[in-house]
């Protein structure tokens, strides 16, 4: 017993002083977050890097004849003309409770690589309350998506 107590020791120590790199650190308990880990971008040398996603703000405005309830949703939808408004062709969505009348602040995140030069891209949107239609756009609005300025996007009372 004596013999093995010192050959592990031995073994322990010469292991301790070889140089050899630890191996993968143990996975944290369970319930407890992975430590973040940063993963590089690609990017090719002599020209910047892209970002991965970039935005597009605006205000939806509507006439308020009754006051909305909170519980109305205003549903805006970027998407390329070409495709129409299918999934495929849509570049962004996003949804929001309607909390003052007139006007709603919107922004919508697409990524810039789904952006095809020479394209027309249309924005919509909508207010509905409990799946019924209270505002739409009559037209879908042109936006220049190279243009960083602010959109307005007016929406109608359905009748």
Same mark, same amino acid.
């Given at each position: 017993?004596? +013999?093995?107590?010192?050959?592990?020791?031995?073994?322990?120590?010469?292991?301790?002083?070889? %140089?050899? +790199?630890?191996?993968?650190?143990?996975?944290?308990?369970?319930?407890?977050?992975?430590?973040?880990?940063?993963?590089?971008?690609?990017?090719?040398?002599?020209?910047?890097?892209?970002?991965?996603?970039?935005?597009?703000?605006?205000?939806?405005?509507?006439?308020?004849?009754?006051? @909305?309830?909170?519980?109305?949703?205003?549903?805006?939808?970027? /998407?390329?003309?070409?495709?129409?408004?299918?999934?495929?062709?849509?570049?962004?969505?996003?949804?929001?409770? @309607?909390?003052?009348?007139?006007?709603?602040?919107?922004?919508?995140?697409?990524?810039?690589?789904?952006?095809?030069?020479?394209?027309? /891209?249309?924005?919509?949107?909508?207010?509905?309350?409990? %799946? +019924?239609?209270?505002?739409?756009?009559?037209?879908?609005?042109?936006?220049?998506?190279?243009?960083? %300025?602010?959109?307005?996007?007016?929406?109608?009372?359905? +009748?």
């Amino acid at each position: 017993m004596k +013999r093995i107590a010192t050959l592990l020791a031995t073994s322990l120590l010469l292991s301790a002083c070889s %140089g050899l +790199r630890p191996g993968p650190a143990t996975p944290p308990p369970a319930g407890q977050p992975l430590p973040p880990t940063e993963q590089p971008q690609p990017t090719t040398p002599g020209t910047p890097a892209q970002p991965s996603m970039t935005s597009l703000s605006g205000q939806a405005t509507f006439t308020a004849n009754e006051p @909305v309830p909170p519980t109305a949703k205003l549903t805006v939808s970027l /998407y390329s003309a070409s495709a129409g408004d299918t999934p495929a062709g849509r570049l962004a969505q996003r949804t929001l409770f @309607v909390k003052q009348p007139g006007q709603v602040p919107f922004r919508l995140d697409y990524a810039p690589s789904r952006v095809k030069s020479g394209e027309r /891209y249309l924005l919509s949107g909508r207010i509905l309350l409990g %799946g +019924r239609p209270l505002y739409l756009t009559q037209e879908p609005v042109v936006v220049d998506l190279n243009d960083a %300025g602010e959109v307005e996007l007016p929406l109608q009372p359905v +009748r």
